[in-house]
């Protein structure tokens, strides 16, 4: 099986930048072998926009069907982070994504490291791009 490479919600708002670092890290991860993907999460935050169609048609023909479910197990793990890294409320999101890339071994692609650097500790393999744009 191929390995997967996670797309937080930023990184998959990214990719309607085509000339973005965070495209350029996706198409070099795909040349390399990886299927890129996305927790229900993630794809959650990311469809309920704003977005325009287009934005969703390129992303959809990047993620496909790679969209990751939430299971017993991924919420049990998030659990886990959510309480390890402090408790923090607004995290709670952030837990389930780095859950679901832990649990299947998936490097996660963001746009903002710093929303994930404390889940690297507890076995998230962190890639980070950049920031996206205000606004």
């Not at 997967?4 to 198409?27: E, F, M, S, W, Y």
């Not at 934005?55 to 017993?72: C, D, W």
């Not at 994504?97 to 710093?114: F, R, S």
């Amino acid at each position: 099986m191929r390995s997967l490479l996670h797309l937080d919600t930023n990184a998959l708002i990214a990719l309607a930048d085509p000339a973005g670092v965070v495209v350029k890290l996706v198409r070099d991860r795909v040349q390399s072998g990886m299927l890129p993907a996305a927790s229900a999460v993630a794809w959650h935050e990311f469809v309920r926009g704003p977005l325009m169609p287009d934005e969703l048609l390129r992303v959809e023909r990047v993620v496909g069907a790679r969209v990751q479910p939430v299971s017993r197990s991924t919420s049990e793990l998030a659990a886990r982070l959510f309480n390890a890294t402090g408790r923090r409320r607004a995290s709670t999101a952030d837990c389930f994504i780095a859950a679901n890339a832990i649990e299947q071994d998936a490097e996660l692609l963001t746009a903002d490291g710093d929303d994930f650097k404390l889940f690297t500790p507890l076995g998230l393999k962190l890639v980070a791009g950049e920031n996206p744009p205000a606004g």
